[in-house]
């Protein structure tokens, strides 16, 4: 039975059984707990803390998931994988324990003819939360073992009781928990001893989970340690089944690397390297590394995240790294993702389609990427190389931990990489230095990680207020309309009035106000009548359905009930809707000039500004960026209509619509479409909740003043629009006016003036820079006879005011070689702002055991700064130039504890 084949089987049974089949939600959710998606309930929390109401009694879904913190894990186990599939049904108060494991039992034993998975029920293990751990249940989940018992007939040997590290469920952070009953699958003798999942979870392999939600948790410290805040409204249902764990066990295979979905990557790696699967353990474990990096990045890049140095995209970067190092461990140095990337498409397309209609993008991004780290290999190898000069030059053997860290950290180097290669040179590497340092920043980002983890993501006052309905948004035909106080919220707690000079919350019964959303700014404005005036500073969404405007009591007391009349800032709505129409033009003129792969990635968008990220992996010239500008603003000229409508999800994906990666829409859709002109066709068509204008000519104009690399694989565009464009254009134009008198040209002559000035500029740096290296050469007497000796060695440190770090160089170099017995030279130049520092010794300095590249160290950090280099020659620099006499003395210190120690 095929991967595909288990998961509609999944999702067709709980439908017959009156299931709403909900589709996954993107990687990327919109929980700023999460980097991504980690199991199947996260789109389901809301439902779960009834902050929103749920789209019916019970549903199911097949979600895709990423979990990250067991990257290192991955291919050495049989069940670690980065990203999976969870199989889920959930009730939202139809049913509860009983139904949830009926339903999981008639799947899992039932015959694959009618529709189960055909699992031998003799094989069915099952645990429970064991008595004493949790305050409602002091005898232990008794009710869930009962039910096995009875519906199941599972024998009580077959029925565990385990602790709440085992048997209890959470996010790991506030929301809903409850306890839980797991499903194992008894393997067989030849997988483990007997005895159940509490003595080996080898051969008892869990592949379902009944969560049994009751309790809304405060704090989670650990999986066992717990504040429960109390009930949750109603008890509810939701699971998760491993849908790889599931396709391992029908296909009979040891792991997940060689189900369906994965193994053809396995044996495009295996072709590639010309090694077998199943040969060395080693290779093996390369090998799902392969293929369980380029699936995950693969489904990663497709919902819209792109390789980067921080959060998401930092994942991304260090999977493909990753997949390129393991290449290269199986003797694969040639670019491979052309190869890898085709095998794991044709196998998740099944699945997932669109990572097939998607492939040009999602190829382009990877492909980019491994370019880029090649590149960065080579640059890695030549500082791996100057470390291992500097190891040899002190007499060393091993590699400071240091060095493998900022191999690892600047340059991605994995330490199994920087240990292949120091054994290449017969070197060792202190790894338990390398692992305090990378301890170290777990640390920083375990401390940050909780920093950021907050509450639920809902206050109760927010959940109070929503459960008495939607806000109604009537912002898109009118700017003002007079609507009821619904609630007001101080500190989180609805309360019934706000006394003048206080900022509150308010919820309106409906407003005209737009919340922010869609990289739109939020509307400005008042809110005033019956006495009260309030500024309205911030208008937000936290639940869906809910906007909440942030407001500050000018005058009067704000009362709940009070009819109010509600104005929204009209000049400042336009420019925003300028703003964000302009987005969706610079769009379809940057598909019509790049093509299709250049997709939305973000934007911003406020009165008179925009800023629009797109995917694109190459450089954009002038001329193009010019372009862009050009179908942009003529597209404004062009007064083509700008309309607006509703529909269902699947109608707007027929019809070509756009939508943002990332985003996760509802079943009904606002479509944007911009049409007109020389565009009978529909030039622009997204998805899109924003304010625009009615017509392209009211944008007025749109100013590039930007156009560049955001990171890799991403490019931002950034505008004025409108009035502010007429703004900047004028004073540029002020300033073309004033250089043009300046000197004395005509404004069309300006750029052939300031040509030859930057010339003539540059040829007299050249000809002050000639004469400074031919003085400084004519001094090298004079310097060489200043230095002074230390125990039998010439030390010439000497500082340099306003000489260039390349000058500084050459000098040292030239003044170590007038010297005739053994020499260590120290110039300090630069400026005071940015201090230059160069190190040089001769062979007979280093056969006395000083190396430039330690020497340099304590100079750097006398300047404030960081520096390195070979055994000959090292340089580095700083931010404090007062301190460059400190910095010589630094190294002449170095020298002579050397020379003393040796």
């Keep these: ?124 293990w099952v645990t429970v939360l064991a008595p004493g751990l949790h305050p409602n249940l002091p005898d232990g989940d008794k009710e869930a073992a009962g039910l096995w018992h009875e519906i199941a007939g599972l024998p009580a040997e077959r029925i565990q009781f385990r602790a709440l590290a085992d048997n209890y469920w959470s996010m790991g952070i506030p929301g809903p928990g409850g306890p839980n009953s797991e499903i194992y699958i008894d393997r067989g003798p030849q997988y483990g001893p007997d005895g159940g999942p509490v003595v080996d979870e080898d051969r008892f392999l869990e592949i379902w989970n009944l969560v049994f939600m009751s309790d809304e948790l405060s704090q989670v410290r650990s999986k066992s340690d717990f504040d429960i805040a109390g009930p949750l409204p109603k008890p509810q249902i939701d699971t998760g089944a491993g849908l790889e764990r599931i396709a391992y066990l029908l296909q009979g295979k040891d792991n997940m690397y060689e189900i369906d979905e994965v193994y053809p990557v396995i044996a495009k790696a295996a072709e590639l390297s010309g090694r077998r699967y199943g040969a060395d353990h080693d290779d093996d474990v390369r090998m799902r590394v392969v293929a369980d ?41 040639d670019p491979s993702f052309a190869e890898l990337f085709p095998a794991s498409r044709d196998v998740m397309a099944g699945s997932y389609p669109e990572v097939a209609t998607d492939f040009d993008r999602i190829s382009q991004i990877a492909y980019a990427e491994e370019e880029a780290f090649t590149r960065t290999l080579s640059a ?67 401390a940050d990680a909780r920093a950021k983890k907050g509450g639920s993501g809902a206050s109760d006052g927010y959940r109070q207020l929503r459960a008495a309905g939607e806000t109604r948004f009537t912002g898109y035909s009118a700017l003002d309309g007079v609507s009821r106080v619904r609630g007001i919220i101080a500190d989180g707690a609805v309360v019934d009035r706000a006394e003048q000079g206080a900022t509150v919350e308010l919820v309106l019964e409906e407003s005209p106000f737009y919340a922010e959303s869609g990289g739109q700014d939020a509307d400005t404005g008042v809110i005033s009548g019956d006495g009260v005036e309030l500024t309205v500073t911030d208008v937000q969404r936290p639940v869906k359905g809910l906007v ?19 104005t929204v800032d009209g000049a400042a709505r336009l420019a925003a809707c300028q703003a964000h129409s302009a987005t969706h033009l610079v769009h379809a003129a940057l598909r019509q000039v790049l093509g299709p792969t250049a997709v939305q990635a973000g934007s911003y968008n406020r009165p008179g500004y925009m800023r629009f990220d797109y995917s694109w992996n190459a450089g954009v010239d002038r001329e193009v960026r010019d372009q862009l500008e050009s179908i942009t603003n003529a597209a404004v000229r062009d007064d083509l209509a700008v309309s607006a409508r509703e529909m269902d999800i699947d109608q707007a ?26 565009y009978p066709e529909t030039w622009s068509r997204e998805l899109c909740g924003g304010t625009h204008v009615q017509r392209s000519s009211q944008i007025g104009v749109v100013s590039f003043i930007g156009e560049g690399s955001v990171g890799s694989g991403a490019r931002r565009v950034e ?52 004469l400074r290296g031919e003085q400084l050469r004519n001094s090298t007497a004079d310097l060489v006879a200043s230095a002074k000796d230390m125990w039998g060695v010439a030390f010439l440190g000497q500082q340099l005011p306003d000489v260039a770090a390349g000058d500084l160089r050459q000098l040292a170099m030239d003044l170590r070689s007038k010297i005739d017995r053994p020499a260590v030279v120290a110039l300090v130049g630069g400026t005071a702002e940015k201090p230059a520092v160069v190190v040089a010794t001769n062979e007979g300095a280093r056969d006395r055991r000083l190396a430039a590249g330690e020497l340099i160290r304590p100079a750097c950090e006398a300047l404030g700064g960081r520096g390195g280099g070979k055994a000959d020659i090292a340089q580095g620099g700083g931010t404090n130039g007062a301190a460059s006499d400190e910095a010589l003395r630094a190294v002449e210190y170095a020298v002579g504890h050397v020379l003393q120690n040796g």
């Design 653 to 678: 994906k027929k019809l070509g619509a756009l939508a943002l990666f990332g985003e996760n829409y509802g079943d009904r859709v606002r479509v944007i479409d911009i049409a007109g002109g020389d």
């Design 1 to 124: 039975m095929n991967t595909a084949d288990i998961r509609r089987r999944f999702l067709e049974y709980f439908q017959r059984r009156n299931h709403l089949v909900l589709p996954s939600a993107p990687l990327v959710y919109n929980d700023p707990n999460l980097l991504f998606v980690n199991a199947g309930m996260v789109p389901m929390k809301p439902y779960f803390l009834g902050s929103e109401p749920p789209p019916a009694p019970s549903a199911t879904s097949v979600q895709k998931c990423v979990r990250t913190l067991d990257i290192e894990e991955v291919g050495k186990t049989t069940r670690h994988g980065t990203f999976f599939q969870m199989c889920g049904n959930f009730s939202f108060g139809e049913y509860f324990k009983a139904g949830a494991i009926q339903s999981a039992w008639e799947l899992i034993t039932g015959t694959t003819d009618s529709g189960g998975l055909g699992f031998d029920p003799e094989s069915v």
């Design 293 to 333: 990096h380029v699936r995950s990045a693969l489904m990663l890049i497709g919902d819209g995240v792109v390789p980067g140095n921080e959060a998401r995209g930092y994942v991304v970067r260090r999977l493909l790294r990753r997949v390129v190092r393991s290449m290269r461990l199986l003797g694969v140095g």
């Design 719 to 770: 505008a004025y629009v409108g009035y502010d464009a007429f703004q900047q254009l004028a004073t540029e134009r002020a300033l073309v006016a004033g250089l043009s008198e300046m000197l004395k040209v005509q404004p069309d002559q300006l750029t052939d003036r300031v040509t030859r000035m930057v010339a003539q500029l540059k040829d007299a740096e050249k000809e002050i820079a000639r």
């Design 380 to 446: 890695g190898t030549q500082i791996f190389d100057t470390a291992v000069a500097s190891v040899r030059g002190s007499g060393g053997s091993t590699l400071p931990g240091d060095q493998a860290f900022q191999l690892h950290d600047t340059y991605g180097f994995p330490i199994e990489l920087t240990l292949e290669m120091a054994n290449e040179q017969g070197l060792g590497v202190d790894e338990a230095g390398f692992t305090a340092l990378m301890d170290q920043q777990r640390e920083r980002a375990k």
């Design 548 to 566: 909440v405007h942030t407001v500050e009591v000018t005058s009067g007391e704000l009362l709940t009930g009070a009819e109010l009349q509600a």
